[in-house]
């Protein structure tokens, strides 16, 4: 059973926005840290956003500051990717992660410090 599940990607074209959601497979990710992480074909994974398990701290990739807003509700058990002014360079599978330790606010902009992940959502823009 993949631990977490992605949702909200397609195709919008380049200017336009969407919106991702990250929800755990049956278990609460409400005391995690959680993180987005693309992949775009051919490159290696890499950091977009963070949010400690408060909610209180987030952290962006210089890429997506000021476009790009992670946010959270924790009634819901879902981590939110607001993507808005979308570029080309933006198409990536954007994947969902979160560390093994609860409450963890280490580097995190490493994908080697998240435990569990996602399978990714497709988000394709076109110029």
């Known amino acids: 059973q993949v631990p977490l599940v992605e949702s909200g990607g397609g195709l919008v074209q380049a200017g336009g926005s969407l919106s991702l959601s990250c929800t755990a497979n049956?278990?609460?990710?409400?005391?995690?840290?959680v993180g987005w992480f693309r992949q775009a074909q051919g490159k290696e994974r890499e950091f977009v956003a963070a949010?400690?398990?408060?909610?209180?701290?987030?952290h962006y990739a210089d890429s997506v500051k000021g476009r790009f807003t992670i946010s959270r509700d924790n009634t819901k058990n879902t981590v939110y990717l607001q993507m808005n002014s979308l570029k080309a360079d933006d198409t990536a599978l954007y994947f969902c992660?979160?560390?093994?330790?609860?409450?963890?606010?280490?580097?995190?902009?490493?994908?080697?410090?998240?435990?569990?992940w996602g399978q990714g959502t497709q988000v394709t823009v076109s110029s």
């Open positions: 949010i400690t398990w408060s909610g209180s701290n987030t």
């Open positions: 992660a979160h560390p093994a330790e609860r409450y963890w606010s280490g580097r995190v902009y490493y994908p080697d410090e998240y435990r569990f």
């Open positions: 049956g278990r609460p990710i409400t005391r995690y840290a």
